[in-house]
């Protein structure tokens, strides 16, 4: 399970918030046996400070599933950087993503066929099943080899060509859910946290989860 914790378009003081918080919730999840991973995060404007980053939760409790709520989240505090600014609402967005599934590829996921090769190589290759159709049964994933002239050998080229396919939609998978993520990082929505943290400390005022 994915955290993405994201400031938007947000001033440093939001870029802060999303420092505090990545701390404070990755406290709690300690708290709960739930170990977190940094998978990438993107540095703010000041040191030390995210603009935006994203966490893998290994194997999260149930406790910690059912507080994982998109939404919101509210910092109350007077500005660090500007001591005179009026402004003391800083709004980060916390998004939830299901881990992106890696398919692992074995020949035992494969179904093959035989057919008739076609084109140069005389009667023989036309007569004989040289050619091979592999199937990856958990996608649908389909691709054919009749280069060769055993069937052996087509087989291995056709597992080759399927590994290869599975690493390519393994790739964009990926990337897709990167560019979702991005969408979302782009668009910071203000208003009914659910969650509210108060002061430099960072400390918990409410939580609608």
């Not at 990167?178 to 969408?183: A, D, F, G, T």
């Not at 943290?197 to 005022?205: S, T």
Request: glycine share 6%; proline share 4%; with cysteine.
């Amino acid at each position: 399970m994915w955290i993405q914790i994201s400031s938007g378009k947000g001033p440093d003081e939001c870029e802060l918030a999303v420092s505090l918080f990545l701390k404070s919730y990755q406290n709690e999840c300690q708290e709960h046996a739930v170990q977190t991973r940094v998978i990438a995060a993107i540095p703010g404007g000041k040191p030390g400070n995210l603009k935006s980053v994203l966490l893998a939760l290994e194997s999260p409790t149930e406790i910690i599933c059912n507080k994982l709520i998109s939404g919101t989240v509210l910092w109350i505090c007077k500005s660090p950087y500007r001591p005179h600014h009026k402004r003391k609402n800083w709004f980060i967005n916390i998004d939830v993503f299901a881990a992106v599934k890696q398919l692992d590829f074995s020949e035992q996921d494969v179904k093959f066929e035989t057919l008739k090769s076609s084109g140069p190589g005389g009667q023989n290759v036309n007569k004989v099943e040289t050619a091979v159709r592999a199937i990856h049964l958990p996608t649908g994933l389909t691709v054919t080899a009749s280069e060769e002239r055993s069937q052996f050998l087509n087989k291995k080229l056709a597992l080759s060509r399927l590994a290869n396919l599975i690493t390519a939609k393994n790739k964009q998978d990926v990337s897709d859910q990167r560019n979702k993520m991005w969408r979302q990082h782009q668009g910071l929505e203000r208003g009914n946290p659910i969650r509210i943290y108060e002061g430099a400390d960072f400390k918990l005022k409410s939580s609608l989860e």
